[in-house]
């Protein structure tokens, strides 16, 4: 089976440069057109399933993919993005100035930490692997709408990768990585495509 994991399109708040987290920021003009361009890059997929985080930016990613698949769309809460607390609505400047000590901290080691009044990595962790792990049993092609740091910490476990070190991989806005599933082995196919968003950097809000 295939698994194919999708960031969602910009927000306002990307492009803002302010954490979103668990906020529910709806897609801007240009996440629209993001979103677009995914979803024909996935109409002639072999999709069998679609999970979705239910936050807004995600689910409207989801159903734009969809218009090609009509499937049944699952919004699974595990698929959220990681809650981080009282950083939420922040931007980075803002946090620098005013939790400078743990940003320290969260640059050093980002497994260590836990996100004040939030979540940690390997909370998330969990809670998306769980998710993985019902897809996985499943054996349909799926494609899951998520965020950020959720795919992230889903690539790590599939790769063996340590938490500490998550900040190595990366996950653009309207990204697709796909994963291939054979025998209890899996085998990335393509990681972090963004080849069908050329012209979408032009879209204004």
């Not at 089976?1 to 960031?7: A, E, G, Q, S, T």
């Not at 899951?144 to 476990?157: P, R």
């Not at 495509?193 to 979408?200: M, Q, S, V």
Request: with cysteine; charged share 25%.
């Amino acid at each position: 089976m295939k698994l194919i994991l999708v960031r969602h399109g910009q927000t306002r708040w990307n492009i803002e440069k302010r954490v979103q987290g668990i906020s529910d920021i709806e897609l801007c003009n240009r996440g629209l057109a993001q979103a677009g361009n995914l979803a024909l890059a996935l109409s002639r997929e072999k999709i069998e399933a679609i999970c979705s985080s239910p936050l807004k930016r995600a689910l409207q990613t989801a159903r734009t993919i969809n218009g090609f698949h009509r499937l049944p769309i699952e919004e699974d809460q595990n698929l959220i993005e990681l809650n981080q607390g009282d950083f939420e609505g922040l931007t980075f400047p803002e946090i620098i100035k005013n939790h400078g000590g743990f940003l320290t901290q969260w640059m050093a080691d980002p497994a260590s930490v836990v996100m004040p009044n939030g979540e940690s990595l390997e909370q998330l962790q969990k809670r998306t692997w769980t998710s993985v792990e019902r897809i996985l049993a499943h054996g349909k092609n799926t494609v899951i709408v998520s965020h950020s740091f959720a795919i992230s910490t889903i690539l790590c476990k599939i790769q063996g990768i340590d938490l500490r070190f998550i900040r190595q991989l990366h996950v653009d806005l309207a990204s697709r990585t796909a994963i291939q599933f054979t025998g209890g082995k899996s085998r990335i196919l393509f990681m972090n495509d963004i080849e069908y968003l050329k012209g979408c950097e032009k879209i204004e809000d």
